[in-house]
């Protein structure tokens, strides 16, 4: 039987002969998710014999990175901001530079807020990444998680429920904050927010084919913002301001050129509000902030 060195050279060498970034990376967690042992086991039981079953599990995860199936995809997983999120093709995987929105959500909520028992929507939530790391360190908080596609809002039902939040995240379908509409009797006020956050699609349309086949695997309904790829942002901003309390606060992810069109709708929907830029962990702009006004005293 061959040891672990041995398959592991050679998965590196597979996948490295198929173009694949960080292929010694990958190889590495493709051995540690088949032989289910943690990153530094890998180097202490180098010696270690490696079963057939292992070594055909093995060879069929890197048949499927040959078809550039992300390997979230294939897991069936993705680590996000210290927890795993399921995930499937129907949602996005969750990106490293949405963990840093997160950040500056609980940031924006533990130093900007006047109440912990605060409500906040994340719209266009996917496998809801962002809005269960939020319930989890915001035990205080109710969050709407909102999508319009079904099959990603199943995919975040399920991490709701394997996460314990499902008491604190009330999940809805439907076009961005219309979806609150159905909580609420037309004669009823309706929901209204202390923190809206949106990590929408953005990419310009004619961008989607130039991206890299993984990505091309995603849904394009997640990634697809339009001809300049603020259409969905741009809606947001239209329907914000019935939702958004007086002293609420948007956190949006966008793409660093797109900062100037989201002041000019910050400018147009909440003119009276304070726009602030934050930079992702590349030094890129990335998060845009409306502060719609501190609380009166
Ligand atoms: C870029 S993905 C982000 C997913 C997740 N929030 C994250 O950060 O990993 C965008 C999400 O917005 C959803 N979406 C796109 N258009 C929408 C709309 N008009 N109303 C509600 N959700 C929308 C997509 O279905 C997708 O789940």
Not at 45 to 73: C, H
Not at 249 to 271: C, G, H, S, T
């Amino acid at each position: 039987m061959p040891i672990l060195r041995e398959v592991l050279q050679q998965t590196h060498r597979s996948l490295e002969s198929l173009d694949i970034p960080d292929a010694r990376l990958e190889a590495e967690v493709v051995v540690m998710n088949v032989l289910r042992m943690p990153r530094h086991e890998i180097f202490v039981q180098q010696e270690r014999e490696i079963t057939p079953q292992q070594e055909k599990d093995i060879s069929g995860i890197v048949d499927r990175r040959r078809q550039r199936e992300p390997l979230a995809y294939i897991f069936g997983y993705k680590e996000f901001y210290g927890i795993n999120i399921a995930v499937t093709p129907d949602v996005l995987i969750p990106r490293p530079e949405t963990e840093a929105m997160v950040e500056h959500a609980l940031f924006m909520a533990l130093m900007g807020m006047e109440t912990p028992q605060l409500v906040i929507a994340d719209v266009g939530t996917g496998a809801g990444a962002i809005a269960i790391n939020l319930a989890i360190h915001l035990p205080a908080a109710h969050i709407y998680a909102l999508d319009n596609s079904e099959a990603a809002l199943k995919v975040a039902a399920y991490n709701v429920q394997s996460h314990n939040v499902a008491d604190r995240i009330t999940l809805c379908y439907g076009d961005l904050l219309e979806a609150l509409n159905q909580l609420t009797d037309s004669a009823e006020p309706p929901v209204m927010l202390d923190l809206i956050v949106a990590n929408l699609p953005y990419i310009p349309s004619q961008r989607i084919p130039t991206l890299q086949p993984e990505v091309q695997r995603e849904p394009k309904a997640a990634l697809d913002g339009g001809e300049d790829g603020m259409e969905v942002i741009s809606r947001l901003f239209s329907q914000a301001g019935k939702h958004l309390k007086e002293t609420g606060m948007i956190l949006l992810e966008l793409d660093p050129d797109q900062v100037p069109a989201a002041r000019e709708l910050a400018d147009k929907y909440f003119p009276e509000a304070e726009t602030s830029v934050e930079q992702d962990l590349s030094h890129l702009d990335r998060f845009f902030i409306v502060n719609r006004g501190p609380a009166e005293e």
